[in-house]
């Protein structure tokens, strides 16, 4: 028995009723031991470990509080398993056994591989999930996205009982721009658009692309004068960039209105879009405010 632990690639160590090392395998002292010999105490043990920059990684940066806290764990289970990580990077899952009479005893298999693996799915999960939440062209969230912030954004608004405002924007006379200069002139007016709303509007904004020329944006804790008002300066914003830069100079028109206490998104839309409509007809570059009733 003794023989097949001794050649076992687990990692098998055992420990006294004092939390001693008195023996480990040949693969536990190969990756725990860098030369020491048994016996040693397994607090002494985590210490040189800690200070020279291997064994269990200690997260807090504070040997003694990551004893004080792992040491009754430890001495009042019977058994536990765990992972843990090192220093060097590999992962670990323990289980730790304490006999009637108190000895301890410790396998550790090598589950690098696994969580290796784990992170690359949740890093393949994201990007995945970022892909179908970003329009392509700006970066920006795409319409389905945008509208699921929107909605979040008027619940949390209704809770607080604070305003919360929703603007469609149009580009005016896009498609001339596009005939007559092309779609890489279009499509560099549509990244310019976002580019500079992400930089003007408030962190706390949200703009997002519902496709073609039209952007939702949300103003949450934001009044319809106040949201009117930082359309119309991101206007005049976008029309002084463009009169210095090499892009056809352009415009937009507007909608917006104030979501009622548990309005549903698409009401609140297409209310804005009411508006919108409204200020294209009154001559395009300006932004009109949803009737109230």
């Keep these: 028995m003794l023989r097949a632990l001794e050649s076992s690639e687990l990692h098998v160590a055992v420990y006294n009723p004092d939390d001693v090392l008195v023996w480990g395998n040949q693969a536990w002292n190969d990756t725990w031991m860098r030369g020491r010999t048994p016996p040693l105490p397994f607090t002494e043990m985590v210490r040189q470990d800690f200070a020279a920059g291997e064994g269990i990684k200690i997260d807090c940066n504070d040997v003694e509080a990551f004893l004080a806290d792992i040491l009754p764990r430890r001495h009042a289970a019977t058994r536990r398993s765990f992972a843990t990580d090192r220093y060097d990077g590999t992962w670990l899952w323990m289980t730790e056994t304490r006999s009637p009479a108190g000895w301890f005893l410790t396998i550790a298999a090598d589950i690098t591989p696994i969580k290796r693996a784990e992170s690359a799915l949740r890093t393949a999960h994201d990007d995945a999930l970022q892909a179908a939440r970003t329009d392509v062209l700006t970066g920006l969230p795409n319409r389905r996205f945008i509208l699921e912030l929107a909605a979040a954004e008027i619940e949390v608004a209704a809770q607080r009982g604070s305003p919360c405002a929703i603007a469609i924007l149009d580009i005016d006379h896009f498609k001339p721009i596009n005939d007559k200069s092309g779609h890489a002139v279009g499509d560099a007016v549509l990244r310019h658009l976002a580019r500079c709303g992400t930089e003007f509007l408030r962190r706390r904004d949200r703009l997002g692309r519902l496709g073609?020329?039209?952007?939702?944006?949300?103003?949450?804790?934001?009044?319809?004068?106040?949201?009117?008002?930082?359309?119309?300066?991101?206007?005049?914003?976008?029309?002084?960039?463009?009169?210095?830069?090499?892009?056809?100079?352009?415009?937009?028109?507007?909608?917006?209105?104030?979501?009622?206490?548990?309005?549903?998104?698409?009401?609140?839309?297409?209310?804005?879009?009411?508006?919108?409509?409204?200020?294209?007809?009154?001559?395009?570059a300006r932004t009109t405010i949803a009737p109230e009733d």
């Design 212 to 284: 073609g020329d039209e952007f939702l944006t949300v103003f949450p804790d934001c009044g319809i004068g106040n949201a009117s008002d930082t359309l119309d300066r991101f206007r005049d914003r976008l029309t002084a960039r463009g009169k210095s830069g090499s892009l056809p100079v352009y415009s937009f028109s507007a909608g917006v209105a104030v979501a009622r206490p548990r309005e549903a998104i698409e009401a609140v839309v297409a209310r804005a879009d009411k508006a919108l409509y409204a200020a294209k007809q009154a001559g395009r």
